[in-house]
Antibody, heavy 116, light 110 residues
Framework: QVQLKESGPGLVQPSQTLSLTCTVS????????VHWVRQPPGKGLEWVGA???????DYNSALKSRLSISRDTSKSQVFLKMNSLQTEDTAIYFC??????????WGQGVMVTVSS | DIVLTQSPALAVSLGQRATISCKTN??????????MHWYQQKPGQQPKLLIY???NLASGIPARFSGRGSGTDFTLTIDPVEADDTATYYC?????????FGAGTKLELK
């Protein structure tokens, strides 16, 4: 069955770079897209960005200057890198798989805290 | 960006009907499909897809859940409400990038 799992550091210092990995199984990265969605504590969901089946990317315009999403299809992994982190980037980061036009599958999420 | 507006909270008695609304500031229809989807999120869990393309029940979701609407007005209905349905419900549009979500409606039991 389809599984997505996020991994990465739970604590990042302000101004540093966040690196997260989404490892997928039962799901082809060359046939489907993977998106990142984040959720600040106690708040709603915010779309961060996506990597499409062909390898192109799209980003939330508010984050675009700090964000990079890439993948390694041989390892079935998608990577998120966000630099110049601030406290407002503290959130649960989810990766989610999209087969058609909606988010079919979700990882369990990884909590990222930006603090010194 | 397309803005989605949901009421913040709703309280319903067990066995009754819950209707959650989502209004958009732009039409999310395109070539006969409405690009509106609904998710359920319980505390400490990831969101779960309930309804896709406005009215299609996702796999494994009970028929108590239904969705309807088109254009800029959409509703998610739960009938009858069960205790396990207490959660926050989010609508999401995929008509245009960026994908955007409503702020969520918290469903509570009376």
């Amino acid at each position: 069955q389809v599984q997505l799992k996020e991994s990465g550091p739970g604590l990042v210092q302000p101004s540093q770079t966040l690196s997260l990995t989404c490892t997928v199984s039962g799901f082809s990265l060359t046939s489907n897209s993977v998106h990142w969605v984040r959720q600040p504590p106690g708040k709603g969901l915010e779309w961060v960005g996506a990597i499409w089946s062909g390898g192109s990317t799209d980003y939330n315009s508010a984050l675009k200057s700090r964000l990079s999403i890439s993948r390694d299809t041989s390892k079935s992994q998608v990577f998120l890198k966000m630099n110049s982190l601030q406290t407002e980037d503290t959130a649960i980061y989810f990766c989610t798989g999209q087969l058609l036009d909606y988010f079919d599958y979700w990882g369990q999420g990884v909590m990222v805290t930006v603090s010194s | 960006d397309i803005v989605l507006t949901q009421s913040p909270a709703l309280a319903v008695s067990l066995g009754q009907r819950a209707t959650i609304s989502c209004k958009t500031n732009q039409n999310v229809d395109y070539y006969g499909n409405s690009y509106m989807h609904w998710y359920q999120q319980k505390p400490g869990q990831q969101p779960k897809l309930l309804i896709y393309l406005a009215s299609n029940l996702a796999s494994g979701i009970p028929a108590r859940f239904s969705g309807r609407g088109s254009g800029t007005d959409f509703t998610l209905t739960i009938d009858p409400v069960e205790a396990d349905d207490t959660a926050t419900y989010y609508c999401q549009q995929s008509r245009n990038l960026p994908n955007t979500f409503g702020a969520g409606t918290k469903l509570e039991l009376k």
